[in-house]
């Protein structure tokens, strides 16, 4: 057994928290996302290094079997994984920072049981662990579930959800006291009711999330997120740690602002969120104001399309979810070079919630090698729109949706939504007229100045460069 001084050890923590703070810190921009994220997982090596010498470990064969495991599957993950499976990946890796801490504090109870007691701050932290870790792994499985399209990507709601949420939350709650009072005592049924906590939390998960409509899985995966911080917190008062408190409240904070962040794009209360039926879809017999949509949808070749892009001046592109699916990243940014070397000025609107997880076009634009400074917030470059002679549209739906300010009857009415429809010329990329995850028409592609130009997003992106070269 190797041991340090604890004073040693606590620096040595201290050290991997900075690393966070300033990691987290460099998160919250794209340029400099990739040191963020590599001096993350610089504080998370030297923490979990540093804690293989604490004076309580003694069974290093079974820490090495686990870090070799883990570190082959998550190689293993990271290289196999598309960029289209990326919000999927993101959900899981959110319910296993859950389930770890239900299973570190479930190791701990069963080491101490009654002496667990003996504290009552470790002991509601023990609890809160339990409940919030196996909530976020059962909750980030259906939401995996929902983005992989295994589970239905609409709302599933039954009657009396909410009321029977509350139930199994307080039923929850209310056994956690009893399994106190058990341990305090002769502990008898203490292992029952410890079945229960569990077992409620994990239907919690369930039904927590199996409201949410598909279309609101970005807030969802960030809130499961701030979930899987709280959780790590509560275990390191715990087991005492205080890097395990430090980093899970950081993660916790940051997923609950951005939560409130991405609410707030969507139009949407985190209450809301909370409590469940986030994203539900409207009744059926609704008005939604489908089916008395004014206008014509008209076509265009990627031929033709090029022929507007030549004498454009100004093109901003919105990307959405259909960019992720065609993998067309790439050949956006050959055509993002292809018009910028022709003098053409060129941006990028990333809405708050396009695609399936908080920054995904952000994510995929990166890896294209997209000069960060081309990119722009939505109320940074939403009053730019009306001064665009073209706006392509590629695989974007609701986040473009006039309804969301027109149509007092639309499900999405109030959510801010980018002002596409002001462009001179709006050319819209999709496969069909099929509906985006809210369900509803969108109202851009009967505009007088929308083009729907219909196919796989990276063929018709490479349509337009061919037909921008027979130009030459």
């Given at each position: ?13 201290l ?16 340029k ?12 998370m090596?030297i ?19 686990g ?6 599957i ?7 994984v598309k ?10 890796l959110?319910g ?15 080491s ?8 009552m ?15 976020t792994?059962?909750g ?9 399209e295994?589970?239905?990507?609409r709302?599933?709601?039954f009657?009396l ?5 509350l ?17 305090s005592?002769?502990g ?6 410890f079945?229960?906590v569990?077992g ?10 199996i ?9 969802v ?6 979930y ?16 395990l ?14 939560t ?10 985190l ?15 609704t008005?939604?104001?489908a089916?008395?949509?004014q ?7 990627a031929?033709?399309?090029?022929m ?6 100004t ?51 990166a890896?294209?090698g ?7 917030d ?5 009053d ?9 549209v ?5 986040v ?5 300010k ?8 109030g959510?801010?939504v ?50 921008l070269?027979?130009?030459?």
């Amino acid at each position: 057994m190797i041991n340090l001084p604890e004073g040693f050890i606590d620096i040595i923590y201290l050290i991997s928290v900075i690393a966070f703070v300033f990691g987290i810190k460099f998160l919250g921009s794209p340029k400099t996302a990739r040191r963020g994220n590599l001096l993350s997982m610089i504080g998370m090596a030297i923490g979990a290094t540093v804690s293989i010498f604490d004076e309580s470990v003694s069974r290093y064969d079974l820490i090495a079997a686990g870090l070799v495991a883990s570190a082959v599957i998550g190689i293993v993950m990271a290289k196999t994984v598309k960029m289209t499976g990326m919000p999927q990946m993101v959900a899981l890796l959110n319910g296993f920072g859950g389930l770890s801490s239900y299973l570190v504090a479930s190791a701990e109870y069963f080491s101490k049981e009654s002496a667990i007691t003996d504290d009552m701050i470790v002991y509601v932290s023990m609890l809160l662990s339990f409940l919030i870790g196996m909530v976020t792994f059962t909750g980030s499985l259906v939401a995996a579930g929902k983005l992989q399209e295994i589970i239905t990507g609409r709302a599933v709601i039954f009657p009396l959800q909410k009321t029977l949420n509350l139930v199994m939350a307080i039923a929850a709650i209310v056994c956690g006291v009893l399994l106190y009072n058990e341990l305090s005592g002769s502990g008898s049924d203490a292992l029952l009711y410890f079945a229960i906590v569990s077992g409620l939390s994990a239907i919690l998960g369930v039904t927590l999330v199996i409201p949410i409509g598909g279309a609101d899985m970005p807030v969802v995966v960030s809130l499961l997120n701030s979930y899987s911080g709280i959780a790590v917190a509560m275990t390191g008062f715990v087991l005492g740690n205080n890097a395990l408190i430090v980093v899970g409240s950081l993660v916790g904070a940051s997923g609950m602002i951005l939560t409130n962040i991405m609410c707030k794009a969507m139009n949407r209360s985190l209450a809301n969120v909370l409590f469940g039926g986030f994203g539900a879809a409207p009744a059926a017999g609704t008005d939604t104001g489908a089916g008395q949509i004014q206008g014509t949808v008209k076509s265009m070749s990627a031929e033709e399309s090029a022929m507007l892009m030549d004498v454009a001046e100004t093109v901003i592109i919105v990307p959405g979810y259909g960019m992720a699916v065609s993998q067309a990243q790439h050949v956006v940014k050959k055509l993002t070079d292809y018009l910028m070397k022709k003098g053409t000025k060129v941006r990028f609107a990333i809405h708050p919630v396009a695609g399936r997880m908080p920054g995904h076009m952000n994510v995929l634009l990166a890896e294209a090698g997209v000069d960060y400074d081309l990119l722009a917030d939505m109320d940074q470059i939403n009053d730019d729109f009306i001064n665009t002679d073209i706006t392509i549209v590629i695989g974007a739906n609701d986040v473009v949706n006039p309804a969301a300010k027109e149509n007092p009857a639309s499900p999405i009415y109030g959510m801010p939504v980018l002002n596409v429809e002001q462009s001179k010329t709006v050319l819209v990329l999709k496969r069909s007229m099929n509906p985006g995850f809210a369900g509803i028409d969108n109202e851009l592609f009967y505009k007088d100045n929308t083009m729907m130009v219909f196919g796989d997003a990276k063929k018709t992106v490479e349509g337009f460069i061919s037909g921008l070269q027979e130009l030459e």
